[in-house]
C-alpha cells in the first residue's frame, strides 16, 4: 500500500512538472484531440440513445451512464498503466499521457488571456472570458468580466487541477481518469435543464461527491496563499461556501475573494436563464484587469504549495 502510495504521488509530481513546463500542445491537440474530447464522443451517443422515456427511466439510464463512465475510466486507466510500467521507462509516457488531465498552464493561459483583452478593449475582454465561462458575457462591463475571470480560476482551480491531481495522488492514472470522465458528464448533462434533470442526475451527484475533498482543499491551499489575507481567506470560506448553490464551488470562490478583497458571485445570466447567484465575500465589487493579475498570482503561489504538499507526501511515504 505505503510502495503504491510512493508511486502514485511521484507520478503527480511528473505529471504536474510537465503540464506546467509544456501544458497540451496544440499540434498533439489536432493530431489526437484531448482526453475529455473522447470521453466526449463516448457520451453523446450514449445521450442520444438513453435520455429519453418517462423520468424514472431517464433517472435509472442516467445512474447507469455515470456507472459506466467511472467503471470505464478505472478499468482504460489500470489496463494503460499496467501497459507502460511494463516497458523500459514507462514511466515517462505513463506521466506524460496523466499530465493531459491537469490544467495548470492552460487555466493560467486562459485567465492572462482576459486580462490582456481588457487592456486592448472590452469586447476583447468579453471574447476572452467567454472562453472560460458558461453564462452570457455580451452585456458585461469591465468589473462584471474581471470577476467572471476570476471566479472561473478560482473554481477550475479546484476541479480541473486539485481534483484530479488528488485522485491521481491516491489511484494513479486509473483514479485521475475516472474523475475527469464524471467530472465531463457534469459538464456536459449534469445541468438543471428539462433535458438533462433526470439524465444527469447521477452524473452530477457523483462529481459533487468526487469534488467535495478537493474543494476544501483548494480552498486552504488558497487561503495558506493569501499570506497576511490567509484568515479572512479561510473565515470568508467557512461562512459563505454554503451560500452558493453547488456544495463544492463556493469554497474555492470564497477563498479567493477573501484573499483579494473582493466580492465575487451575484446574479449571472446563462442563455435564457437568469440565476441569482450568491454573493461571496465583502470586499470590493468593482473588479479590474490588476485584479486578475492578483487573482493569477495568488494562483501560482497555491500551485506552489500543491507541489510542495505532493513533495511532503512523496517523502513521507518512502520512509
Known amino acids: 500500500m505505503q510502495a503504491a502510495l510512493f508511486a502514485h504521488l511521484a507520478l503527480t509530481l511528473l505529471a ?12 498533439l491537440f489536432f493530431r489526437i484531440a484531448h482526453p475529455v474530447v473522447w470521453i466526449g464522443a463516448f457520451l453523446y451517443p450514449l445521450d442520444a440513445r438513453l435520455n429519453r422515456g418517462p423520468p424514472l427511466l431517464r433517472r435509472i439510464a442516467g445512474v447507469l451512464t455515470a456507472g459506466l463512465l467511472a467503471l470505464g475510466g478505472l478499468a482504460i486507466g489500470a489496463a494503460i498503466q499496467r501497459g507502460l510500467l511494463a516497458l ?3 514511466v515517462l509516457p505513463l506521466a506524460l499521457l496523466s499530465s493531459s488531465l491537469l490544467a495548470q498552464r492552460s487555466l493560467h493561459s486562459h485567465v492572462s488571456d482576459v486580462a490582456r483583452g481588457l487592456d486592448v478593449s472590452l469586447e476583447d475582454g468579453r471574447a476572452a472570458v467567454a472562453k472560460v465561462v458558461g453564462r452570457d ?4 462591463d469591465e468589473a462584471g468580466v474581471a470577476r467572471a475571470a476570476i471566479e472561473s480560476l478560482a473554481e477550475n482551480f479546484s476541479d480541473g487541477i486539485i481534483a484530479p491531481a488528488l485522485w491521481m495522488a491516491l489511484l494513479g492514472l486509473p483514479g485521475a481518469l475516472a474523475y475527469k470522465a464524471i467530472n465531463t458528464a457534469d459538464s456536459m448533462i ?15 451527484r457523483l462529481d459533487d461527491a468526487l469534488n467535495f475533498l478537493a474543494a ?3 480552498a486552504g491551499l488558497l487561503a495558506l496563499a493569501a499570506g497576511a ?3 479572512n481567506a479561510l473565515a470568508l470560506a467557512v461562512r459563505d461556501a454554503r451560500n452558493h448553490a453547488s456544495p ?12 483579494l478583497g473582493l466580492r465575487l458571485g451575484g446574479p449571472r445570466t446563462y442563455g435564457e436563464q437568469q440565476v441569482a447567484g450568491a454573493t461571496l465575500g465583502d470586499g470590493r465589487f468593482e473588479a479590474n484587469r490588476e485584479d486578475i493579475w492578483r487573482a493569477l498570482a495568488l494562483y501560482r503561489r497555491a500551485l506552489a504549495a500543491l507541489w510542495l504538499l505532493l513533495a511532503l507526501g512523496l517523502l513521507a511515504s518512502a520512509s
Open 248 to 259: 463544492n464551488a463556493g469554497w474555492p470562490e470564497a477563498a479567493m475573494a477573501g484573499a
Open 88 to 90: 523500459p521507462f514507462g
Open 216 to 218: 476544501r482543499l483548494a
Open 137 to 140: 458575457v455580451s452585456r458585461l
Open 16 to 27: 504536474a512538472a510537465i503540464e506546467a513546463a509544456l501544458g497540451y500542445p496544440p499540434a
Open 190 to 204: 449534469g445541468h438543471r435543464s428539462p433535458r438533462y434533470l433526470d439524465f444527469g442526475w447521477a452524473s452530477a
Open 229 to 231: 489575507n490567509a484568515r
